[in-house]
């Protein structure tokens, strides 16, 4: 193993080589230049290199041109001539045809191993990014995670964060009072930005099994590292998320790798493909966390490449961080043209030897501007450099061959199933259902009260109707024997009757009276008349009344 990566040889009778020390490879680097000037080939050359000195990679591959790392290259393709050639001119008398370890990778799942991530692994600052949502609905969408941390709530795919969403909408006031303000109309806006999302895929995503970060840091058994390759061409069309993919990607490396300083040689080297992509549109939240990433990532061992076409695409406090350099032609016909060819001037340790402003402007194909950082880590003045030919093939692979690699790479089949296991989806439905069954049981109790309640009180009215008939009844038979009394106390008959039981009872008091009369005061004339008289009338008052009575 050699101690750096042969990039090429400076144009010019001297031909000094332009060597990427391993021990410096982890502070970062920048592949720019204007369409069709070799970026392409530059990178499957840098990408060989690591790769030969035992050091994993991960390329973003845009065009399927980098599938092509697979296989060797051929004395057939119509490169061949053009590369022997150039070969010969900078003495690489190493160079042969060679294939690469490749792990392929694919979003979607089709052509390569697919790659997911859980809702909860992403956070909410990335996928504010991911649905491109305003400070209000990221403070929402913040609230729903701390609620679902704080609950237990897995949120694993995006039918984890639309039920906890509903579910925020439901607890809104509760949530308001306690978190901040959570209006319905904010998680509305969020919902749509996931159907959107949905709409371009997202959803093959998320979920389980997420990717293990160890799959991508490995080597063959000949101590070559694995070069992991990312089919993006379809991926494209999703601009924000292809970045937000790539830069959860660097931040899980950034979390998950230990420190290790300064390392020998990178642990992973990561190429970033369209690299403006990640910067358009970023709010100042999003720039400051790649900031942080880029600049503290190199301690864990990491080192990231930017391709871009134009340098002036990377912010420059990104940019401050990138030491290797390889600058490819740009093309000086519009204002913002010449401003990148500036910029780019400005950004090499001069050399008397080359003027940088005019050269970039005149670069061949194969050609660049070369600085690379030295052992001591200053960067070399500046070389007009003629880059190495690939060893592997230019240009895609085909289908067949893509999927002979698939089935026989170390991953096998560990990633191509979804498990779908229980989470925030399921429990809040078990929560809701439960809800809903409490809430028709109460209901169900309710309803029988008032039933027994309506029947009491019919059963009350009806005794009341009762009670008002009985006693209309009685009513009517007091009445009834009232007048029968009455009709037969008029009777004939109960006249006379009642006429001869007085008579009876009038003759038998005086008969009576008398007697007593008789035996109380005598018979004698001598008794005075008057007191005899008096005593008998009233013993025959009281005996005849109560011979009437």
Partial sequence: MSDGIFIGASVGAAGKPQILDLKRANRHGLIAGATGTGKTVTLQGIVEGFSSNGVPCFVADVKGDLSGLAMAGSPTAKTHDAFAARAKEIGDTDWVYADNPVQFWDLYGEQ?????????EMGPLLLARLMDLNDVQEGVLQIAF???DKEGLLLLDLDDLQAMLVDCAGRADELTTTYGNVSKQSIGAIQRSLLQLRSQGAEHF???PALELADFIGVDDRGRGIVNILAADRLMASPKLYSTFLLWLMSELFETLPEVGDPDKPKLCFFFDEAHLLFDDAPKALLDKIEQVVRLIRSKGVGVYFITQNPIDIPDT???QLGNRVQHALRAFTPRDQAAVKSAAETFRANLGVDVVTAITE??????LVSLLQADGSP???????IKPPASRVGPITPQERGVMIQTDAIGTKYDTLVDRESAEELLAAKTQAAGAAAAAAKATTEAEKAEAAQAKVDAQAAKVAAREQAAQQKEADRQDREAARDAANSPWTKMATSATRAASSSIGRQVANEIGKQVFGTTRRRSSASGGLVGTVLRGVLGGLFRG
């Fill in 146 to 148: 701390h609620v679902a």
């Fill in 380 to 386: 070399t003045p500046v070389e007009r450099t003629l």
């Fill in 318 to 320: 990104v940019a401050g």
């Fill in 363 to 368: 670069l061949k194909v194969g050609e660049a």
């Fill in 112 to 120: 390569g191993h697919p790659i997911r991530t859980t809702i909860s």
């Fill in 206 to 208: 998320f979920g389980e």
